[in-house]
């Protein structure tokens, strides 16, 4: 199966800066890969598709990059809503498989 | 409201079987695959069963297939992960996920949590 590999495991920043997170992929996945955002005892939420697609209704400080095994999720400016955990997920092969996420954390 | 609601985990002895139920609305249901998704504590997120919308195609991962068997009846609404010969580590949170063909998940339940201990 597809190992995800996503880093830092934390990444403690202040709101207004700028955020960036990596996810590296153990074969290529081509552009099939998603990224969620998820907050304490709420369900993930879709962010980004096909590598760099926005979700409806995801603000434009989230942007999506990269293909083959290289990743990231960049937010450009931290607002406190965005503090949350984020984990990235390829779909180009069964079975399916997540990273195990990056906490981004008020410094 | 567009929704999905999961229901049905509880506390059961290895080798015992639970069933789960995922109840849709707000939307088409017959249009969308559904997934369940699990996560063990202090693990990952583990993708362990799809089902289409019409054809009633399934998957398993390798870890649950013989063991769990998903279905949906599409008049109510209502996608079901049958689970049985449960083990310690099926204990889990158990999401049910809605997406289309391309694994892109949109919208996801709150998850039903399921415990295997004896």
């Known amino acids: 199966e597809i190992v995800m590999t996503q880093y830092p495991e934390t990444l403690s920043l202040s709101p207004g800066q700028r955020a960036t997170l990596l996810c590296r992929a153990s074969?290529?996945?081509?552009?099939?890969l998603a990224w969620y955002q998820r907050k304490p005892g709420q369900p993930p939420r879709l962010l980004i598709s096909?590598?760099?697609n926005r979700a409806t209704g995801v603000p434009d400080r989230f942007s999506g990059g990269g293909s083959t095994t290289d990743f990231a999720l960049i937010i450009s400016s931290l607002q406190s809503e965005d503090f949350a955990v984020y984990f990235c997920?390829?779909?180009?092969?069964?079975?399916?498989?997540f990273g195990q996420g990056t906490k981004v954390e008020i410094k | 409201q567009v929704q999905l609601v999961e229901s049905g985990g509880g506390l059961v002895k290895p080798g015992g079987s639970l069933r789960l139920s995922c109840a849709a609305s707000?939307?088409?249901?017959?249009?969308?695959?559904i997934s369940w998704i699990r996560q063990a504590p202090g693990n990952g997120l583990e993708w362990i069963s799809y089902?289409?919308?019409?054809?009633?195609?399934?998957t398993y991962a390798d870890p649950v297939r013989g063991r769990f068997t998903i279905s949906r009846d599409n008049a109510k609404n209502s996608v079901f992960l049958q689970m049985t010969g449960l083990r310690v580590d099926d204990t889990a949170m158990y999401y049910c996920?809605?997406?289309?063909?391309?694994?892109?998940?949109?919208?996801w339940g709150r998850g039903t949590m399921v415990s295997v201990s004896s």
């Open positions: 096909g590598a760099s």
């Open positions: 089902i289409d919308g019409g054809d009633m195609y399934t």
């Open positions: 997920h390829q779909y180009e092969k069964w079975p399916w498989t």
């Open positions: 996920v809605r997406h289309r063909g391309p694994a892109i998940f949109d919208l």
């Open positions: 707000g939307f088409t249901f017959s249009d969308f695959y």
């Open positions: 074969q290529s996945v081509n552009y099939n």
